[in-house]
């Protein structure tokens, strides 16, 4: 057991802090105000090799470990969560399914662009009656003169409207529920998909959600991820990293919401003493930094599990469960120590506060996540993991 | 061009200094070492050079096994080699014998350009940039803004500010220069440059592996005697509910009787 990071690790979190610090944190809350997609920034990510950094050298990536990128999420999602997402769904939702599932000149073709910036990804699974339900899809994929054809709805997609590779879901087969599912890697430039209506939202604002149309969209062959038929599994096998990611978004927030209130406190003064000296803060602020760590250790195993090829369904859904509940909870407790100045929007609190809220919603509801882990508690007879 | 940054890691200046009870040093538990920030821009300098002009950019602290990470860092930027240069005779060691040290590696490497930072921020001493040399015997212009270099003519143009005037210098190669933060902007160490550094290995060096004999280290001319904390800060004078004439005569009796500025 030894719960150090290494010298690699400590060097990457100093170097993306004082990156968040000094680039992202003082443009976040114009990019929130403006919901702006922040190009020149993710440029500079790419530049510093955020955008790949799970992916090997070979492929123009940085090889880092997962647990590097928890430690990056963490750090980006402090500056700013809108920013962070947009990176996140480009590593974890579309180069590293490529990078598990693609084919030897799919990798070739694909990652180096994603991870050097030149271009960036999306991940189209929700529909607009398969949410929660996902493997319910109904968007169709099928063969037609040797190219693959294929229409639908897809919902919600983050990247949506910049993204120029769509990660597209389907059903392939005539047989319901996940084992009739294929996954597709969609350019934007292939004739018969389209961004449909971007949306207006509560937070992460200036990461764009939008609806991608595909109207006989023809993609060709070769452009298959993984085998017919797999697409239900390698969906789930991603959103186990892609939770990873989330649970470090929410760590982010909590600790935003944490660092923000402690420096608070010490300088507001009332009934004649710092707020800091009340012990209804002192607990608190004690509570919020016991949960942030509870949840970023969580998340650091979580990614350790992943990183030695072990499954990690579970240790994945109790990460993000537990990181997006605290990050509600902190950021909601912070405004309240903020009083009517967490409100406004001259501090950052009302954004953290609202930022928080889809980390419950996205890449598996709270609920989701519990019916994923009770299904591991009890299992099936002779398998249950209390 | 054959380049070597000299560099030392510090307290970071943002964390809160404690003393050691018995005044003997800084208690360093818990406390975020970083690479002093002029060597950033030492490091930096001589990455420039190297991409201008190609060549080697070499790496080399004095310090204890620590100061590694300070190293790892001018590697993940870009730096070619690094080396600790690490003894207990050097533990405690003054700015002449820290110059006496980083001369004895970097004299068989014979470089065309020494960079140091113009200080660095634990101590503040400004000292071993110009002692080192002084050692090497090399020509040096101390807290540059600007360098230039023409490798054809062996001879580099640097400015350094001065109140109110800019001194522009022309230097002979090879020469050794202290930098100044707003010689450039430092590079972040990118992720692939990380795990590059991650491969390197850092030569430790002690001062037999330097070809140093202890006398010709020497101890310390100053030693450390004790450190202290300063003076904590008394409460200052509020001048309250004062008519604006009473409160503006009570401000200038403060600033010319107490304060002594006026
Ligand atoms: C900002 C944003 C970005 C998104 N980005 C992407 C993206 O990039 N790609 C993508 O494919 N999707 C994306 N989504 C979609 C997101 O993953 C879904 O919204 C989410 O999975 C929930 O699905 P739903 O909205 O259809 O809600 P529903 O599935 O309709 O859920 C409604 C409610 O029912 C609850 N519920 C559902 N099933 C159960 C159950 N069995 N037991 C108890 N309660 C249950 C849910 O938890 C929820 O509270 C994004 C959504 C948002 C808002």
Redesign the interface.
């Known amino acids: 057991m030894n719960l150090e990071l290494s010298?690699?690790h400590?060097?990457?979190q100093?170097?993306v802090r004082?990156?968040a610090a000094r680039e992202i944190a003082p443009a976040a809350a114009r990019l929130d105000r403006e919901a702006r997609y922040p190009a020149e920034l993710i440029a500079r990510a790419a530049?510093?090799?955020?955008m790949g950094?799970m992916i090997p050298?070979q492929y123009g990536?940085?090889?880092?470990d997962g647990v590097?990128n928890v430690i990056v999420q963490e750090e980006l999602a402090r500056a700013s969560a809108g920013v962070q997402v947009i990176v996140s769904v480009n590593n974890s939702l579309v180069a590293d399914p490529i990078l598990r599932f693609g084919t030897e000149e799919q990798k070739r073709r694909y990652l180096p662009p994603l991870t050097e910036g030149r271009s960036l990804g999306c991940y189209c699974l929700t529909e607009s009656s398969a949410g929660s339900d996902a493997m319910a899809l109904e968007t169709r994929a099928g063969l037609r003169g040797g190219e693959w054809v294929i229409t639908g709805r897809k919902l919600f997609v983050t990247n949506g409207v910049e993204a120029d590779l769509c990660i597209v879901y389907a059903r392939s087969e005539d047989v319901p529920g996940a084992r009739g599912l294929s996954a597709f890697l969609v350019e934007k430039s292939f004739p018969g998909i389209q961004v449909g209506k971007v949306e207006h939202k509560l937070g992460i604002r200036c990461s764009s959600t939008a609806e991608i149309l595909l109207d006989d969209c023809r993609v060709p062959a070769e452009n298959l991820l993984g085998r017919r038929g797999e697409g239900g599994k390698i969906a789930l096998a991603t959103l186990d990293g892609g939770r990873i990611g989330i649970a470090a978004q929410a760590i982010g927030l909590a600790r935003a919401a944490l660092e923000e209130a402690t420096a608070y406190v010490s300088q507001r003064r009332l009934f004649g003493r710092a707020l800091r000296d009340f012990q209804a803060t002192q607990w608190a602020l004690a509570d919020m930094a016991t949960r942030t760590d509870a949840a970023r250790l969580l998340a650091y195993r979580a990614a350790w599990l992943r990183d030695r090829g072990e499954r990690c369904t579970r240790e994945a859904a109790v990460a993000k469960l537990i990181a997006s509940e605290t990050a509600m909870w902190a950021t909601h407790r912070a405004v309240q120590l903020f009083g009517g100045y967490g409100y406004i929007q001259d501090y950052p609190l009302e954004r953290y506060f609202r930022d928080a809220k889809i980390t419950e919603i996205y890449e598996g509801t709270s609920e989701i996540l519990r019916l994923v882990i009770s299904r591991d508690v009890l299992g099936s007879k002779g398998t249950a993991r209390p | 061009m054959n380049i070597i940054v000299c560099l030392k890691q510090v307290p970071d200046t943002e964390a809160p200094i404690r003393i050691r009870p018995d005044g003997t040093g800084i208690d360093e538990t818990g406390l975020n070492l970083v690479m002093n920030y002029y060597d950033e821009h030492a490091t930096e300098a001589a990455l420039r050079l190297r991409e201008q002009f190609g060549g080697t950019v070499t790496a080399v602290a004095v310090g204890p096994e620590r100061a590694r990470e300070a190293l790892r860092q001018a590697l993940a930027m870009g730096a070619d080699e690094a080396a600790l240069l690490r003894d207990p005779q050097l533990d405690g060691a003054d700015h002449l014998q820290v110059a006496r040290a980083l001369a004895a590696f970097i004299t068989p490497r014979t470089p065309d350009v020494v960079i140091c930072g113009k200080l660095s921020t634990d101590d503040n001493a400004a000292v071993v940039g110009p002692a080192l040399a002084e050692v090497l015997d090399l020509p040096q212009a101390t807290a540059i803004a600007r360098l230039e270099v023409d490798p054809n003519r062996a001879r580099a143009t640097v400015h350094r500010e001065l109140e109110g005037a800019v001194e522009v210098l022309e230097v002979p190669l090879p020469a050794l220069f202290t930098v100044e933060r707003s010689l450039n902007e430092p590079r972040y160490p990118s992720l692939p440059g990380i795990m590059k550094a991650k491969r390197k290995e850092i030569a430790v060096m002690d001062l037999a592996a330097l070809g140093l004999s202890p006398e010709e280290v020497g101890s310390p001319g100053a030693v450390l005697e004790r450190l202290t904390s300063p003076p904590g800060r008394t409460a200052g004078v509020q001048v309250n509910g004062a008519e604006p004439e009473a409160a503006v005569e009570a401000i200038i009796t403060f600033l010319s009787e107490r304060a002594k500025v006026l």
């Open positions: 010298e690699e400590r060097l990457l100093a170097t004082e990156f530049a510093l090799g955020l950094l050298e990536g940085a090889g880092m590097a």
